[in-house]
């Protein structure tokens, strides 16, 4: 050990024994700043009965907000140098669900989750197998669903009882996925599928998965961008494609119109983006 390093070693020693005070490196020192905004962040959400024990303890907030979160917000501060990142993880309703009044989403496992219609009676009143309908959105929520897309969450529209539509990442345009290749492929390692349905008008739901397949589908497939142009059907990204299947093929009335149209549609935001009377409600939650 050199004679600056040792100098430096006795000094830290005889710092801690004296005077009891613990010196940090600059890494320790990023770190403890970094954990402190996790917890205030969290202690936020909790004032706001957002977060609770039950739907995110602070160890899986403070991965989601290390290893997804907060790389992204110091990315995006070049373009937005005031954001904080308390406003910052507030937009996305701090990756949890949102749950509107008389919401009472049933737990079901992957395997109830993917019986399909030909597997089950119809007739049944069995609502442990997830009967999927067209317009259904699912979102994923979770310490692993920060996936090709990017941004936090994912979220897609079911357009009949096997079939999904949904924008997984860059250079991957629109996809059709079978219901059991989504739910296998979005649950598990962490997480867990939302399914939202608008039960209050359910014309409106096939309405959406019409449009969404007919239109931004068959014949305008949009590619992938995380532009903020939310009304420009040529580019879109999973949360924003859910946003106009209802927008363009519902009714504009059942959304929120952002006038500008400079705006992001986040996926564990999304249900907020619906007007009062037609939000979708939480059914189901599916895991592994």
Known sequence: MSLKKCTRFIFLIFATILFGVSVLSPDDANASSTNDIFRSAYNIGRQKHILTNTNMTFKDFKAICKNSLFPSFLKQLKANPETTFQQYIAKDHYEVPIHRVGDHPQTISLKKANVTASQTDNSSTDQSNYQMKPGDILIIYGTSSFKEAKIFGHCAIAISSNDILHMPGMNLGTQQWTKKRFFDYYTGRGSYIEVYRMTSHPEYAKEAAQYAYNDMYKTNSPVY??????????????????????????AHAALKRFITGFHYIMPHHLIYDFSSGYSPADIYKVTE
């Open 225 to 250: 961008n995380l532009e903020p142009w939310l009304y420009q059907k040529e580019k879109s990204y999973c949360s924003k494609y859910v946003y106009l299947a209802y927008w363009f093929g519902a």
